[in-house]
Structures are given as C-alpha cells and as structure tokens.
C-alpha cells in the first residue's frame, strides 16, 4: 500500500457512503481516464468481469468467434465462452511475446464468412502488444479490439499508454497487479455510451422507473466505495510502483548475463541470432516500448547452460524457499480449450517451455533479490 488509502477509506465511513457507489468510485474512475488518457472508465468487480462486460457491449453472442492472444492467464479468454461464443487461438510473435499480427490477419482472412466479433489483445507481463500492426487490422477488417491491459497499466508506446488503444479497454486490480483494490477491475473506452452501458448493465440492469423494472438481464459487477478508495490510494504511488518494478528489472539484467532475446522463427522454432554468456536472456523493449515490468521473465537456454533448464533453476529456487514460476501456459495447450481452433506459430509453446518468471514484487529488497541471483548464478555455474 502507498499510504492514502486509508484516509480515503475513513472518508467513505465518515460520510456513511460504504455502499453502493459513492466519491471515491467517481474519483477512482476519474484518475484512472486521466492517467491512461481515454475520455471515460468505469470501475468493476475484476478484470474478468470488465472483459465479459466488453464483449456484451460488443453484442458477442453464442455462435459467435472472438480472435483471443493464445499466450496468456485464462481469465483473458473465459469471458468469451460465458457469452456462448468460441474462442480462436493466436500464437505470439517473439519481438512483444504478444499477439502475432501476420497470424491474426490470416485467421481473419481464413473465418471471413463469418467474420469474428472481436479481437483479445493482451499485453503480457506489462510489454506492450504491437498496436499499430493489430490496429490496422482491426480497422481493416472492421473488428473492433478489446486491449486486455491487466498486467500493464504504466506501459507505452511512443507515450500512448497501454489502456487507450482500443474500443474498449480492460485493467485489473486483482493482488498480484501492479497496483490492487485487493480485488477490482476497470473497463476504459473513448466512447463515453459504452462505459455508461457497462455502469447500466453491472448494476442488474435496472430501468428507469419508480419499480424494479428490468429489460435487459443485468450483472453484480460494479466496484464498492471501499474498494475504489483503496484504488484512489494506489493511483498515488503508480509511477513508483513502474519504476520500483523496472529497477528489479534492471538489476536482474545487470547480473544475469545482460542479454536480450533476438532471433525469428524457423520451422516453428525460434532462431535466437545473439548468445548469451549466461545462457539467459531478457525481454527486449522495442523502440519507442516502454514496459512497466509487472513480472521480469528470462528464457532460460540448455544449450548454453550446460543442460541447466529452467525446471531446474525453478527447483533450486524452491529448494532456497524462492518462489518462481513458468510463463503462461498458452491456451491452444489448455486441456479446457482443446477443441477451440487455433493458428499456431511454436511462439508461445517455446516461451512456456524455456521462460521463468523471477521474483519481482515492487517492494523487494536488494538484499532479496542478490539471494534469487547468487542461487541462479550458482545452479549454471
Ligand atoms: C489478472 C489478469 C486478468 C484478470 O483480472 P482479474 O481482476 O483477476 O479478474 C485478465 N487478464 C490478464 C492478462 C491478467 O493477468
């Protein structure tokens, strides 16, 4: 926490406003349109709820496909089959580990009798997607694109913040996010109608009238006043947080070997072009990307370590009490998705294979993190 939030918690119960909306919802939802730059937002139980609130408005139906980044949290792609509809798969490219722009125009052009409703873009571990490409499409083909920026709220590109690219836009505030409400999420659009729908919609979807009139099913999704001041709060302390997770970052680089992934894909298996004297390699920002480095992942390479894996740095962390884990497991590889079609590159089967993401809480010390690098050091020495 950065220390406001409690002030305006106390303010919610000095007014008696705990429920159901109240100040710090509207403030909450004002800071959040200032920071990332859209005309409105509106703020909601989750991440999750925000994304099936987004594919409502966009009238996603069953029967209906939706375009869904394969290398992602499932909670990018669920929304997609509460509305009936059938997500289809895209691998990632290596330069963003996002979405793969050539592939999501060739599974366009391969659905276009029935064209899909949407596009799930997401912007994996705060590093921006490659908006422009996938823009382009969207607006060549007519889909409009939900930007799922749960992981990169402080993100940009060329200063046009992760959260302000697409249609509709989602954040979370779940615990594990860059900032957290202990549980919230946000939907962002420049189409001030949309969001005031979603306000509609996440609130049973009540009508106008003296009675509980209702003609539209309606949704429990909108945030508490408690909740949002927590959030009011945290928007104080988000350009730390960004640069509290870039040192880490920067740290964890600076003494792994100080290498960032190169290379293109051959045969379904990404060719890396540079080596690295460790074995290890980084994300690298593309120009004019700016990442606010939610999670710092490595991609660990055998052949380079001495037949050490990431498994096996994955163990002698644990061994240590360190906790790390492996990347995404895409989705097209989800036994619950094993029936969604899907356009395949090896991307992200490779990237899950060989990455680990590393401790990288905002308020690590430095003393925690020499202790994750000397047991890294130590297991491929
Ligand atoms: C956390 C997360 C979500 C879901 O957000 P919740 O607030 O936890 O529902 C969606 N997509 C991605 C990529 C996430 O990391």
């Known amino acids: ?112 009798d029935k064209l899909p409703k949407a596009i799930i873009v997401v912007h994996l571990y705060g590093m921006p997607a490659n908006m422009d490409k996938i823009n ?37 505030f779940n615990g594990n996010k860059i900032i957290t409400t202990s549980g919230g999420g946000a939907l962002l659009s420049d189409d001030e109608e949309l969001i005031k729908k979603a306000r509609f919609l996440a609130t049973q979807a009540r009508d106008d009238a003296p009675h509980y009139q209702h003609s539209h099913i309606g949704y429990n999704y909108r945030m508490s006043n408690i909740v949002a001041g927590i959030g009011r709060g945290q928007m104080k302390v988000i350009d730390t947080r960004v640069s509290q997770r870039r040192a880490v970052h920067d740290r964890y680089f600076e003494s792994l070997g100080k290498t960032w992934l190169e290379g293109e894909i051959q045969n379904s298996k990404p060719k890396i072009f540079n080596l690295s004297p ?73 990237l899950f294979e060989y990455g680990l993401c590393l401790p990288s809480g905002s308020n690590m010390s430095e003393e925690d993190q020499e202790r994750v690098i000397g047991v890294i050091k130590e297991t491929i020495a």
């Open 1 to 112: 926490m950065g220390g406001e939030e409690l002030d305006y918690i106390h303010q919610a119960f000095e007014k008696n406003w705990i429920a159901p909306l109240g100040d710090n919802v509207n403030g909450f939802e004002d800071d959040l349109k200032n920071y990332v730059g859209t005309k409105s937002a509106g703020a909601f139980t989750s991440g999750t709820a925000s994304i099936h609130l987004a594919l409502i408005l966009l009238g996603v139906e069953t029967g209906d496909e939706v375009l869904c980044q394969s290398f992602t949290f499932s909670a990018s792609a669920n929304p997609i089959t509460y509305q009936g509809a059938t997500p289809v798969f895209i691998d990632s490219e290596l330069d963003t580990w996002n979405m793969d722009p050539k592939l999501l125009e060739q599974a366009i052009i391969e659905r276009k």
């Open 136 to 172: 382009e499409i969207g607006e060549k083909y007519g889909i409009p694109i939900i930007e799922d920026a749960a992981e990169a709220l402080g993100s940009h590109i060329n200063k046009k913040n992760c959260g302000s690219f697409g249609k509709l836009n989602i954040l979370s």
């Open 278 to 350: 460790t074995g290890i390699y980084f994300m690298k920002e593309p120009e004019g990307y700016f990442s606010n480095r939610w999670l710092t992942t490595i991609i660990v390479n055998p052949d380079e370590t001495g037949g050490i894996t990431r498994e096996d740095l994955r163990l002698a962390l644990e061994k240590e009490n360190i906790e790390a884990r492996p990347l995404w497991k895409p989705m097209h590889a989800q036994p619950v998705f094993a029936n969604a079609p899907a356009y395949i590159n090896g991307v992200s089967d490779w």
